[in-house]
C-alpha cells in the first residue's frame, strides 16, 4: 500500500493522433436509461440519443441504471456511468503550438475511459473536484466528488497535486483514492466497472481513510469472486470462458486464465501466442465439472513474442470446438520484456561529401533516443521507432562522434568513430620571388667546388589555414623528388627548403600540394644561374 499525504488534484494527459479544429466532437454510441444534454447558457436539459454530437462545454448527466458512451476522431472512447454529472470544459481545443487540450469535470458518479496510445505533447484531463489526474494512452476509470479514485486495467496515470505540486503514479492493475492524501493498492479488479460502482458508494461513506482501505480490498475480493461465479454459471457443458479478454504485458508475462467444463477424454484446451508458442493440453480433467486453468507465457523481444497484439485460446473436442481471443498490451517500457538494446553501428563515411551513415536496429515494438555528441559535447537527440539508417551530417576537420540509442526500458547502445570532413575548394600555392629568376654568381677559385645555394620558399594558402587539412606535400628537383610530406607529417603551410643549384642549367622545382578533399595546388620556381 502506498500513501501520498498531501492534497491532490488529479489529471489525464494525451495526445490526439489526428489533427482536428476547435469544432471537434464527440459522437454518442451508446444512450442508455436516462440520459440528458445540457447546452452552454441554457437552464432546460433534454434527452441525448444515439449518434447526438457531443460539444465543448456540454453538460451530460445519467439517472439510475443508465450510461452515455461517446467517442472521438481518434477511436478512443468515454463512458459515463449512471447516476454522473459531467462537463465537456475542452474537447480537443487547439493551443496554438500544434497540441490540443481535452478536460472533462466530473462532479458526481464516474466515468470509464478507453484512450488510444498517442504520439504528441496534447493534454487531455479529467478533473473531479479539487483532483486531477493525468493518463497516457489508457483503459480506467475515474471518478469521485468529495473523495476521488481512479483505476487502471491498461496504461499509467499521473495524479498531481495543483499545477506545480508534487505527483504520483499508478500503473496497470493499480487503484488509486482518497483525499486529504491518496492511498495506492494492487487489485485483481482494477479497472473494471464493478468495482467502480462500489468505489463511488465507499467514497460516499464518510468513513477514515484506513477503514476505506479496508472496504476497497473486501470490494475488490466482492467483485473477483462474482466474475468466478458468473464465469461458471455461464460455462457451456463443453467448451470454455476467460476471466478477461484483455491482458498488460510488462515483468510477468502474459498470463491467460479461465474455467473449462467437459466429460471428453480427448477434449484439448490450448494457448496460442504468434506462430511461435502453443501450450500444453490445460484439460487436466474431463469429468464433465467445472474447473479452472491458468497459462503463463514469458513475453520478451528475446523470444519474439513481444510484438504480438493477442492470443488464441483454442478448445476442441468430438462435439465442440471454440476460439476465443485476449487482446494483448505490450509494455515495452518493462526491463523483463524489453531486454534487447538496440543495435547502431557507423556503415560508412564520405570525407569529401562530409556526410556518414548510420545504422539502426532492433526498434520493432520499440523506441529509442538516439543522441549525438560530437567531441564529448552534445549537438542533437531524436525519436526513432523504426529500423534504417540516418545520415550524419560531418562538421569540417576530424572529430569524435559518438552515437547512444537509449531504448524504452533504459537500454542503451553505443556507436563511436573519428571521422574527417574536408570539403572541396580550391586553394593555391604562393612561391616567393619571381616565377623565373636568373642569378649572378662568380665561379669559385680553382679547386674548390661549384655549390650554389639557394632556399626555395613557398605559402600553401588553403582555406582553412590549417596544415591537418592537407594530403600530400610534394617537391621535385628537375623531376627528381627532393621532399616529401604526408599526412600529420605536413606541420606548417609555409616552407624554407634548401637547395642546391647547377650551373649554366635550369633548375627547375615542381610543388604539388594534394587536399584530403583530393584538390590538387601546383606551382613551379625556376632558377638559372650564370
Given at each position: 500500500m502506498k500513501t501520498s499525504p498531501f492534497r491532490l488534484l488529479p489529471v489525464l494527459f494525451l495526445i490526439p493522433s489526428l489533427v482536428f479544429s476547435a469544432s471537434v466532437a464527440?459522437?454518442?454510441?451508446?444512450?442508455?436509461?436516462?440520459c440528458e444534454r445540457q447546452k452552454a447558457k441554457q437552464v432546460k436539459w433534454s434527452p441525448l440519443v444515439v449518434g447526438a454530437s457531443i460539444f465543448q462545454t456540454d453538460r451530460l448527466r445519467t439517472?439510475?441504471?443508465?450510461?452515455?458512451?461517446?467517442?472521438?476522431?481518434?477511436?478512443?472512447?468515454?463512458?459515463?456511468?449512471?447516476?454522473?454529472?459531467?462537463?465537456?470544459?475542452?474537447?480537443?481545443?487547439?493551443d496554438g503550438k500544434g497540441s490540443f487540450d481535452t478536460r472533462l469535470n466530473v462532479e458526481d458518479g464516474f466515468v470509464k475511459f478507453a484512450i488510444k496510445k498517442q504520439?504528441?505533447?496534447?493534454?487531455?484531463?479529467?478533473?473531479?473536484?479539487?483532483?486531477?489526474?493525468?493518463?497516457?494512452?489508457?483503459?480506467?476509470?475515474?471518478?469521485?466528488?468529495?473523495?476521488?479514485?481512479?483505476?487502471?486495467?491498461?496504461?499509467?496515470?499521473?495524479?498531481?497535486?495543483?499545477?506545480?505540486?508534487?505527483?504520483s503514479s499508478i500503473g496497470a492493475g493499480e487503484t488509486i483514492f482518497g483525499k486529504d492524501s491518496l492511498v495506492t493498492l494492487k487489485l485483481a479488479s482494477s479497472g473494471n466497472p464493478k468495482l467502480a460502482r462500489r468505489l463511488v458508494a465507499i467514497m460516499k461513506s464518510g468513513k477514515a481513510?484506513?477503514?476505506?482501505?479496508?472496504?476497497?480490498?473486501?470490494?475488490?475480493?466482492?467483485?473477483?469472486?462474482?466474475?468466478?461465479?458468473?464465469?461458471?454459471?455461464?460455462?457451456?457443458?463443453?467448451?470454455?470462458?476467460?476471466?478477461?479478454?484483455?491482458?498488460?504485458?510488462?515483468?510477468?508475462?502474459?498470463?491467460?486464465?479461465?474455467?473449462?467444463?467437459?466429460?471428453?477424454?480427448?477434449?484439448k484446451l490450448?494457448?496460442?501466442?504468434?506462430?511461435?508458442?502453443?501450450?500444453?493440453?490445460?484439460?487436466?480433467?474431463?469429468?464433465?465439472?467445472?474447473?479452472?486453468?491458468?497459462?503463463?507465457?514469458?513475453?520478451?523481444?528475446?523470444?519474439?513474442?513481444?510484438?504480438?497484439t493477442e492470443a488464441q485460446v483454442v478448445f476442441t473436442s468430438a462435439k465442440a470446438k471454440d476460439t476465443k481471443k485476449v487482446a494483448v498490451g505490450v509494455n515495452a517500457s518493462c526491463a523483463g520484456v524489453n531486454q534487447v538494446a538496440p543495435q547502431i553501428q557507423f556503415v560508412s563515411y564520405d570525407s569529401v561529401a562530409c556526410k556518414a551513415q548510420l545504422s539502426v536496429g532492433g526498434m520493432q515494438g520499440d523506441e529509442a533516443l538516439l543522441a549525438l555528441s560530437v567531441d564529448?559535447?552534445?549537438?542533437?537527440?531524436?525519436?526513432?521507432?523504426?529500423?534504417?539508417?540516418?545520415?550524419?551530417?560531418?562538421?569540417?576537420?576530424?572529430?569524435?562522434?559518438?552515437?547512444?540509442?537509449?531504448?524504452?526500458?533504459?537500454n542503451v547502445a553505443t556507436a563511436k568513430k573519428s571521422m574527417g570532413c574536408y570539403p572541396v575548394q580550391r586553394f593555391v600555392v604562393e612561391v616567393f620571388g619571381e616565377p623565373?629568376?636568373?642569378?649572378?654568381?662568380?665561379?669559385?677559385?680553382?679547386?674548390?667546388?661549384?655549390?650554389?645555394?639557394?632556399?626555395?620558399?613557398?605559402?600553401?594558402?588553403?582555406?582553412?589555414?590549417?596544415?591537418?587539412?592537407?594530403?600530400r606535400v610534394t617537391v621535385r628537383q628537375n623531376g627528381k623528388v627532393i621532399l616529401q610530406e604526408t599526412?600529420?607529417?605536413?606541420?606548417?603551410?609555409?616552407?624554407d627548403i634548401p637547395v642546391e643549384l647547377v650551373r649554366g642549367a635550369k633548375n627547375k622545382f615542381d610543388i604539388e600540394v594534394i587536399h584530403k578533399s583530393g584538390f590538387k595546388a601546383k606551382a613551379v620556381k625556376r632558377f638559372e644561374v650564370r
Open positions: 464527440g459522437k454518442v454510441r451508446a444512450a442508455l436509461g436516462e439517472g439510475a441504471e443508465s450510461e452515455i458512451i461517446f467517442g472521438l476522431p481518434d477511436g478512443s472512447t468515454v463512458s459515463i456511468a449512471e447516476n454522473a454529472e459531467v462537463e465537456i470544459e475542452r474537447l480537443l481545443e487547439p504520439k504528441k505533447q496534447s493534454k487531455f484531463r479529467f478533473k473531479t473536484g479539487v483532483h486531477t489526474a493525468s493518463i497516457r494512452g489508457t483503459d480506467g476509470f475515474v471518478g469521485g466528488g468529495e473523495n476521488f479514485f481512479a483505476s487502471l486495467s491498461t496504461g499509467k496515470l499521473d495524479v498531481q497535486t495543483g499545477e506545480d505540486g508534487p505527483a481513510l484506513d477503514e476505506m482501505v479496508k472496504d476497497v480490498k473486501a470490494a475488490d475480493a466482492s467483485v473477483q469472486e462474482e466474475m468466478k461465479k458468473a464465469a461458471v454459471e455461464s460455462l457451456p457443458e463443453n467448451g470454455f470462458t476467460l476471466d478477461a479478454e484483455s491482458a498488460e504485458v510488462c515483468e510477468a508475462g502474459l498470463t491467460v486464465s479461465g474455467n473449462y467444463r467437459t466429460a471428453d477424454p480427448n477434449a490450448v494457448v496460442k501466442l504468434g506462430k511461435t508458442f502453443t501450450s500444453s493440453n490445460l484439460v487436466a480433467v474431463a469429468d464433465g465439472a467445472p474447473h479452472a486453468f491458468v497459462q503463463n507465457i514469458p513475453v520478451n523481444d528475446a523470444n519474439g513474442l513481444w510484438t504480438e564529448g559535447s552534445a549537438t542533437s537527440e531524436e525519436t526513432v521507432s523504426k529500423n534504417g539508417q540516418r545520415t550524419v551530417k560531418l562538421v569540417p576537420g576530424v572529430h569524435e562522434y559518438v552515437y547512444t540509442a537509449t531504448d524504452l526500458a533504459k623565373n629568376e636568373n642569378l649572378l654568381v662568380p665561379p669559385p677559385p680553382m679547386g674548390i667546388a661549384d655549390r650554389i645555394g639557394k632556399t626555395l620558399q613557398f605559402k600553401i594558402k588553403n582555406p582553412e589555414n590549417d596544415p591537418q587539412f592537407l594530403y599526412l600529420s607529417q605536413i606541420q606548417s603551410l609555409d616552407y
